[in-house]
């Protein structure tokens, strides 16, 4: 059973910094990237970054570029989105999940995690 696990959220003033991870499980993902998107109230799911399995590439939605970092522990099997520098707007249930890629479309992944809520306070 595939199984994508979300950790890190929580309440955090403007300017603060927060680590998200991911610890996937139940299948091998090496042909898989990995994915966060987030959703906020009233608004659709959105692509935030992404990740090759091996590491090599790495994408960013332009609103976080700069300011957050996507990595990955293979050893692991995690994955961890650094956020810095958060800014109300960036309140929203973060989702952790895998797929083959194009890896900025939600249809694209296979394998979603249940979220972890993040909040900015101004």
């Known amino acids: 059973q595939v199984q994508l696990v979300e950790s890190g959220g929580g309440l955090v003033q403007a300017g603060g910094s927060l680590r998200l991870s991911c610890a996937a499980s139940g299948r091998t993902f090496s042909n898989y990237g990995m994915g966060w998107f987030r959703k906020a109230p009233g608004k659709e799911r959105e692509f935030v970054s992404a990740?090759?399995?091996?590491?090599?590439?790495?994408y960013y939605a332009d609103s976080v570029k700069g300011r957050f970092t996507i990595s990955k522990d293979n050893a692991k099997d995690t994955v961890y989105l650094q956020m810095n520098s958060l800014k109300p707007e960036d309140t929203a249930l973060y989702y952790c999940?895998?797929?083959?890629?194009?890896?900025?479309?939600?249809?694209?992944?296979?394998?979603w995690g249940q979220g972890t809520q993040v909040t900015v306070s101004s």
């Open positions: 999940a895998a797929g083959r890629g194009p890896f900025r479309f939600r249809a694209n992944y296979d394998y």
């Open positions: 990740i090759t399995w091996s590491g090599g590439f790495t």
